[in-house]
C-alpha cells in the first residue's frame, strides 16, 4: 500500500509524520510533487496541512486521513471553552472533508466521530533502574507552559536537596518527571485533545510523571500523580520519592506504545480507507 504523508514542523509533526511514516514504509514530505499524489492510494495530512492539501488530495482522486493532533493554533485558541473548541473541529471537517479523521486522545477522536490512535514514545527512550534516592526532577518541553508551576517545582526541589532540569538529555536519567500548562498554555483543547506523548516517554523512561488533570492522562495507564494547584506538587514529591514506589513503573503497558505498535495500528486504520476509496 502506497501512503503519503503530508505535515511539516518540529515536535508531533517529527513523531507523527517522519517517525512514524518511517515505521510504516511511507512516503513522508512537506512538499508533495505530482508523482507523490499519482502513487498515493491514501494521503495522510497531518495537523494544519489539512486544509492546505485537501483540495489537491480531491483532485488527484486520494482518500484523505486527517491527523488532527494540535490543529488549533496555539496560544491564540487556547482559550476556547468546549462548545467553541467543537466549533473549531466542524469548520475544519468541512473544509478538510476526510474520509476518516484520526484523534489524538479518544476525546478528540469521538467529537469528530473518528478513530483514536495514541502517540509512540520517543525513539531510542529506555527505562533505567530507579535510583535509591531521588536526585533529579525532569520537564521535557517550552519552558514558557510552566508559568507559576516553575517556581513551585524549583522551590520542592531546593528543599529537599533535588535538581529540577528542564529539557534533559535523556528523560530515563531524571527520577521524577512533570508535565504542566499555565496561563495562555493552558486550555480545554489543551487537556482533553493534546496527546499523551509526555506520559508515553515517561513510560518509556520507566519514570513516574506528576502532571494535571487531563483526557490522556485516564486514557492511558498512568503511574504518578495528578495534582491541581502548585501548592500540590510537594505532597506528590514526597508520595513519589520511596524507591519502591519508582522501581518496575509502567512496565505492562510500555510494548503498548512502542513505534511499531502504533505502526501496526496505524496500517490497519490506513489500509481499510484506502479499500473504501474517496468519501462522497
Same mark, same amino acid.
Given at each position: ?36 499524489? *499519482? #502513487?498515493?492510494?491514501? !494521503?495522510?495530512? /497531518?495537523?494544519? %496541512?489539512?486544509? +492546505? =492539501? &485537501?483540495?489537491? *488530495? #480531491?483532485?488527484?482522486? !486520494?482518500?484523505? /486521513?486527517?491527523? %488532527?493532533?494540535? +490543529? =488549533? &493554533? ?207
Amino acid at each position: 500500500m502506497n501512503v503519503l504523508i503530508v505535515g511539516s514542523g518540529q515536535g508531533s509533526w517529527q513523531m507523527r509524520g517522519v517517525q512514524l511514516g518511517a515505521a510504516i514504509g511511507a512516503r513522508v514530505t512537506s512538499t508533495p510533487d505530482p508523482v507523490d499524489w *499519482a #502513487r498515493a492510494e491514501v !494521503v495522510v495530512l /497531518v495537523k494544519r %496541512a489539512g486544509r +492546505f =492539501w &485537501a483540495e489537491t *488530495a #480531491r483532485r488527484y482522486g !486520494v482518500p484523505i /486521513v486527517w491527523d %488532527a493532533l494540535d +490543529f =488549533w &493554533a496555539q496560544p491564540d485558541d487556547n482559550g476556547c471553552d468546549a462548545s467553541e473548541a467543537e466549533g473549531l473541529l466542524r469548520e475544519q471537517l468541512a473544509v478538510i472533508k476526510p474520509a476518516l479523521t484520526i484523534g489524538a486522545t479518544k476525546a478528540m477522536a469521538e467529537a469528530a466521530g473518528g478513530v483514536y490512535l495514541p502517540h509512540h514514545g520517543r525513539l531510542g527512550l529506555v527505562p533505567t533502574p530507579a535510583r535509591e534516592t531521588v536526585r533529579f526532577v525532569g520537564y521535557d518541553g517550552d519552558a514558557r507552559y510552566l508559568g507559576s508551576w516553575a517556581p513551585a517545582i524549583e522551590a520542592a526541589c531546593q528543599a529537599r536537596g533535588w535538581t529540577f532540569v528542564v529539557n534533559p538529555p535523556d528523560l530515563s536519567a531524571m527520577d521524577i518527571l512533570v508535565a504542566f500548562r499555565d496561563g495562555e498554555w493552558d486550555g480545554w483543547m489543551n487537556r482533553q485533545w493534546k496527546s499523551g506523548v509526555k506520559i508515553v516517554n515517561a513510560m518509556h523512561a520507566g519514570r513516574p510523571i506528576i502532571t494535571q488533570e487531563s483526557g490522556a492522562w485516564h486514557e492511558l495507564k498512568q503511574s504518578g500523580a495528578i495534582v491541581r494547584a502548585p501548592s500540590g506538587v510537594e505532597a506528590a514529591f514526597d508520595a513519589w520519592a520511596p524507591c519502591e514506589m519508582r522501581d518496575r513503573v509502567w512496565e505492562p503497558q510500555r510494548e503498548q506504545f512502542t513505534v511499531e505498535a502504533i505502526g501496526r495500528q496505524y496500517l490497519n486504520i490506513l489500509a481499510t480507507v484506502a479499500r473504501q476509496g474517496v468519501s462522497a
